[in-house]
């Protein structure tokens, strides 16, 4: 298993998760880890990635309220979400990648590797 997602539930709309990203140490070595989600019925949209110097990167429905981060010793990557509205709900996946650049960072099509994804519902 190259990337383990955790750290979904329920919670009410303005409530706060942490979901976690713990990836084998050639995983994490991949210049971006990025977190997607995917809602029933839609496709799966990227929420942000943060690369190996830690430069972030959000999609716009979530800065100022999502907040990624890594811990090297951990191999880990967090995803921190408060203020989450009901329209937040979707399946969160982590996806890390070798080859990933910048130009690609957003497009799911581009990562190989993919945690099993951990399912946050909010509720209103």
């Known amino acids: 298993v190259q990337l383990q997602a955790s750290g979904g539930g329920l919670v009410q709309a303005g409530g706060s998760l942490r979901l976690s990203c713990a990836a084998s140490?050639?995983?994490?070595?991949?210049?971006?880890t990025s977190w997607f989600r995917q809602a029933p019925g839609k496709e799966r949209e990227f929420v942000a990635a943060i690369s190996q110097s830690r430069a972030t990167y959000y999609q716009d429905s979530v800065k100022g309220r999502f907040t990624i981060s890594r811990d090297t010793a951990a191999n880990t990557v967090y995803l921190q979400m408060n203020s989450l509205k009901p329209e937040d709900t979707a399946v969160y996946y982590c996806?890390?990648?070798?080859?990933?650049?910048?130009?690609?960072?957003?497009?799911?099509?581009?990562?190989?590797?993919w945690g099993q994804g951990t399912l946050v519902t909010v509720s209103s």
């Open positions: 996806a890390a990648d070798p080859s990933i650049i910048m130009s690609s960072m957003t497009l799911p099509h581009e990562y190989d590797y």
């Open positions: 140490i050639r995983t994490f070595r991949s210049r971006y």
